[in-house]
């Protein structure tokens, strides 16, 4: 016997409740891949427009980037894209600076105790 992949809609068809054991309803199974493709359509986006409102306003950079690019135009081979090693830099540094899905911190709010003993934990 294969193995099934173990891509999103395997995981949705196979995913149990693990405390009544039930599966997903092929509605809720809809529901979690249109949150999923939601979810990335709007970090991207979000991603992308930081990107070049950044690129804008440092026009150097921009420019840069156009360079670089320039560099490997004629090539219809898609894997020369990993030679734009700028380009990768001004997104990272964007992600960076203007996360798409910001990080929360949170603090404990009082002592807590685990497997019997307590937590060194910094109380707010």
Same mark, same amino acid.
């Given at each position: ?5 173990q ?5 949705? =068809?196979?995913?149990? +409740?693990?405390e009544t054991g039930? !599966? ?13 493709f939601?979810?990335g ?6 991603a ?5 409102y950044?690129?804008?306003r440092?026009s ?5 980037v156009?360079q670089?690019?320039?560099n =490997?135009m004629?090539? +219809?081979?898609?894997?020369?894209? !990993? ?11 964007t992600l960076?600076?203007y996360?798409?899905?910001p990080?929360?911190v ?6 807590a105790?685990f497997?019997?003993?307590a937590a ?5």
């Amino acid at each position: 016997a294969g193995r099934a992949p173990q891509d999103l809609a395997t995981r949705l =068809l196979s995913s149990q +409740d693990p405390e009544t054991g039930t !599966r997903l309803s092929l509605s809720g199974m809809v529901h979690q891949v249109m949150i999923f493709f939601l979810a990335g359509h709007e970090t991207s986006a979000a991603a992308l427009s930081w990107a070049l409102y950044l690129m804008a306003r440092y026009s150097h950079f921009q420019d840069q980037v156009a360079q670089e690019a320039s560099n =490997l135009m004629g090539s +219809d081979n898609f894997a020369v894209m !990993r030679n734009l090693s700028f380009k990768r830099d001004v997104f990272r540094e964007t992600l960076r600076l203007y996360p798409p899905v910001p990080m929360m911190v949170r603090e404990v709010g009082k002592q807590a105790k685990f497997f019997g003993a307590a937590a060194c934990l910094k109380i707010a």
